[in-house]
């Protein structure tokens, strides 16, 4: 079963960045939709980004538009999210999902957590003011 594995997390002062990454072992992501997903204590975990299975459609919530940047590296089985100019309320676990792209529509995402299928343990972000 695939199983994505975060990384990147850590803690980080009211401006500064982080890069986090999803990667799995013994499959190859080339065809699964990822999304980031991120729950804070006492929310609900919320969509940040997604990214369709090609790269070529990226969608982000209007929270973190102009802020975080979402890519993919087929070759390297691995997705970034990169999360610049960050702010205390994005203090959260961050978790990586994907979904294979056949359940999807083609070549998007949605970030809408009941369509994927796999998730990641996730990784704390905190972001200190």
């Known amino acids: 079963q695939l199983q994505p594995v975060e990384s990147g997390g850590g803690l980080v002062q009211s401006g500064g960045s982080l890069r986090l990454s999803c990667t799995v072992s013994?499959?190859?992501?080339?065809?699964?939709?990822i999304g980031w997903f991120r729950q804070a204590p006492g929310k609900e975990r919320e969509g940040v980004s997604c990214?369709?299975?090609?790269?070529?459609?990226?969608n982000y919530v209007d929270s973190v538009k102009g802020r975080f940047t979402i890519s993919r590296d087929n070759a390297q089985d691995t997705v970034y999210l990169q999360m610049n100019a960050l702010k205390p309320e994005d203090t959260a676990v961050y978790y990586c999902?994907?979904?294979?792209?056949?359940?999807?529509?083609?070549?998007?995402?949605?970030?809408?957590?009941?369509?994927?299928?796999?998730w990641g343990q996730g990784t704390q972000v905190t972001v200190s003011s």
């Open positions: 999902a994907a979904v294979h792209e056949e359940s999807t529509v083609q070549d998007r995402c949605v970030l809408t957590r009941l369509i994927y299928d796999y």
């Open positions: 013994g499959f190859t992501l080339d065809y699964y939709v």
């Open positions: 990214i369709s299975s090609s790269g070529g459609y990226r």
